[in-house]
C-alpha cells in the first residue's frame, strides 16, 4: 500500500494501462474493504467529498466513481454531479445502507445509477465493477 498526498491510499500504484477507480467514503472499515476487493485496478481512497475531488483533479484518467451516498460535507449524488461537470462520461457506483429509501422515493438520477446497498457483498462488487468498466486485468 503506498502513500499520496492527505490520506489517499493506492492498492496498485503506477502500471500503466490499469483501469482507475476513485472510492469516496466517510468509513475507513469500507474505504479498506473495497480497496482490497478491488485488488489489480488503481485504486484512489478518499474520506470525504471534497478530498475527493481533489485527488480526481489531478488523476489523468478516471474510469469510475465508488462512492457512498449518505456523507457529512454532501451527498453521493452531489459529488456526481461535481464529476461530471469536468468528467462526463464518468461512471458511477453508488454504496448506500439507504438503497429501501432511495428505492421508494425513487429520485429520477437513482434508476440511472449502478447502485448496491451496504453491507457490501465482495462478489457483487467486483462483478458489478468489472460489468461497468470491465476486468481488472484489461487494459485501454
Known amino acids: 500500500m503506498q502513500r499520496r498526498p492527505t490520506s489517499s491510499r493506492s492498492f496498485t500504484p503506477g502500471l500503466q494501462g490499469m483501469k482507475t477507480i476513485l472510492v469516496v467514503d466517510d468509513d475507513s472499515a469500507v474505504l479498506d474493504v473495497v480497496g482490497r476487493a478491488l485488488e489489480g485496478y488503481r485504486v484512489w481512497l ?3 467529498p471534497d478530498e475527493g475531488m481533489q485527488m480526481a483533479a489531478g488523476l489523468p484518467t478516471l474510469d469510475l466513481l465508488v462512492t457512498d451516498f449518505m456523507m ?3 451527498t453521493g449524488d452531489e459529488l456526481i ?6 468528467r462526463p462520461g ?4 453508488i454504496l448506500t445502507g439507504h438503497s429501501d429509501l432511495l428505492d421508494r422515493e ?8 449502478a447502485h448496491l446497498p451496504k453491507p457490501i457483498e465482495l462478489a457483487r462488487l467486483r462483478a458489478t465493477v468489472a460489468g461497468l468498466i470491465g476486468p481488472p486485468d484489461a487494459t485501454g
Open 46 to 48: 478518499a474520506r470525504d
Open 72 to 74: 457529512p460535507s454532501m
Open 81 to 86: 454531479g461535481w464529476l461530471r461537470a469536468e
Open 90 to 93: 464518468l461512471k458511477v457506483l
Open 106 to 113: 425513487n429520485p429520477p438520477w437513482w434508476a440511472q445509477e
